[in-house]
């Protein structure tokens, strides 16, 4: 691999954990969400795909520790699938596009969090002024892009630093504001025993694929602490490092995702949470501190929202420089700076982020994050189905099952990820498809299928620049 498109070994498995830390941050857009179709069920859905998550995650554990050159799961995927046929090699680099997909939009849904609890804290008095939340996410967004995109220019291991900083104000105010109702009489256990299921469920069809389409959903925030496994180009050990980062931040997440949503739920009710889907803990902080308590927890939460801005920039970049550098995208973007950044994707993926926010901001306000989101889960469950099929495919093609693999999952464990393969791909899928039918209309599900199918023009447009330098 050339010097210039070559990423660096300069991170350790505590550096890798830290940007990977505001993956518990994910829950936020999806609080309200699951409120409206679980009700109360929404805890346990939550700690089921966290447990989702450590299975599936040991699969990628052991391919990060056997491909440590590979860039986590669409850098798997590529190595298994593309070195037989064109097909293959499609199907691989469809994969990483899938995951770029899954990941980049986060950017934008964060940005537009941001200004709408910036719009609660002003509209409540808090801040005297009167902006457009639109103008506020939009402003936010390019903000924090810029800022990010010179950080990280520096190398990641800038990024990683930043992480460090950021993951305090993380996991702090989500604590702070999840915790303290405990403390101050606000949370109330009758509204999860009272509220379990919405009264008209019955796990009939209808029921069952939204069940389906919430546990799609769910995944891609509970199941995203694979993201530390992305870095495995760039860590120094990677063979023990990927593993430790991976199983770190999966405990965090266990308890993070099931704490949260149950605090919000005893608090504020299934009716609190639904009159204030956005932004449901900006209500939970004014009840426990006040307005001017609230101001701080939420400034501190906006904070952490940028960590996991900064995550899914770093994951995103990487899928493309991975893609580039494999052949499934266009050469222009497999280049990165002398501290080994792929800035060019990180300028293309600002952008499209900007993008976004444009288009789902004139949207009605309650959707835009979780239409967003819908469209993006569509990309997760393409690329968690592929990438457990590339670990089925490396655990029984005899050019790959003979490899040296530092880190195990258990024995038989590529029939478990043969399992979620097609649970991904058949019925997440139709779930997911859908949920967003059934709460944000056809446009998530349309966005998201022509974003994926922009893949093809892409690729193509790679053969054949590969074509033409064979040539020459």
Aim: glycine fraction near 10%.
């Amino acid at each position: 691999m050339d010097s210039d498109t070559k990423l660096q070994r300069t991170i350790d498995w505590k550096q890798g954990l830290a940007i990977a830390l505001g993956v518990p941050l994910l829950i936020l857009p999806s609080i309200g969400t699951f409120a409206i179709y679980l009700w109360a069920f929404a805890i346990v859905a939550w700690g089921l795909s966290v447990l989702q998550g450590f299975l599936q995650n040991l699969a990628y554990g052991e391919m990060a520790a056997t491909f440590a050159d590979a860039s986590g799961l669409p850098g798997f995927a590529q190595i298994v699938f593309g070195g037989g046929t064109q097909t293959g090699k499609f199907i691989g680099g469809f994969s990483a596009w899938s995951y770029w997909f899954a990941w980049n939009p986060v950017l934008a849904i964060f940005s537009i969090l941001i200004g709408d609890y910036l719009a609660g804290l002003i509209f409540n008095g808090v801040v005297a002024a009167e902006i457009s939340p639109i103008i506020l996410s939009l402003g936010a967004g390019i903000i924090i892009f810029a800022a990010l995109t010179l950080i990280n220019a520096r190398g990641v291991s800038s990024g990683a630093t930043v992480g460090y900083i950021l993951a305090i104000f993380s996991l702090v105010p989500l604590l702070l504001i999840t915790i303290a109702p405990f403390f101050t009489g606000n949370f109330h256990m009758e509204n999860i025993t009272g509220s379990w299921f919405p009264t008209d469920w019955n796990w009939g069809l209808s029921n069952v694929l939204i069940f389906m389409g919430i546990m799609a959903t769910a995944q891609w925030s509970a199941c995203a602490w694979e993201t530390a496994a992305i870095y495995g180009p760039e860590y120094k050990k990677p063979k023990s490092d990927v593993p430790k980062a991976l199983f770190v931040c999966g405990l965090v997440c266990l308890f993070s995702f099931v704490f949260v949503q149950a605090s919000v739920t005893g608090t504020l009710g299934v009716e609190g949470i639904i009159d204030q889907r956005i932004s449901p803990l900006l209500p939970m902080a004014t009840m426990v501190f006040g307005d001017w308590g609230a101001m701080v927890a939420v400034v501190m939460l906006i904070a952490a929202m940028v960590l996991i801005i900064q995550t899914a920039f770093n994951g995103s970049a990487r899928s493309m420089h991975s893609m580039a550098v494999e052949g499934n995208l266009p050469s222009y973007l497999s280049k990165v700076n002398s501290k080994g950044t792929p800035m060019r994707s990180m300028v293309i993926i600002a952008i499209f982020n900007v993008l976004l926010i444009l288009i789902f901001s004139f949207l009605e306000a309650s959707s835009g994050p979780a239409a967003i989101l819908a469209a993006s889960a569509i990309g997760y469950v393409f690329a968690n189905g592929i990438s457990l099929l590339a670990y089925y495919k490396a655990a029984t093609d005899p050019k790959f099952k003979d490899l040296e693999r530092p880190f195990k999952a258990p024995k038989g464990w590529k029939y478990v990820a043969l399992a979620f393969a097609l649970i991904n791909l058949v019925f997440y899928l139709v779930g997911i498809v859908y949920l967003n039918a059934t709460d944000a209309g056809w446009a998530p599900t349309l966005l998201g299928f022509v974003v994926l199918a922009f893949f093809a023009p892409l690729w193509w447009w790679a053969q054949k620049e590969q074509k033409n330098k064979s040539a020459a």
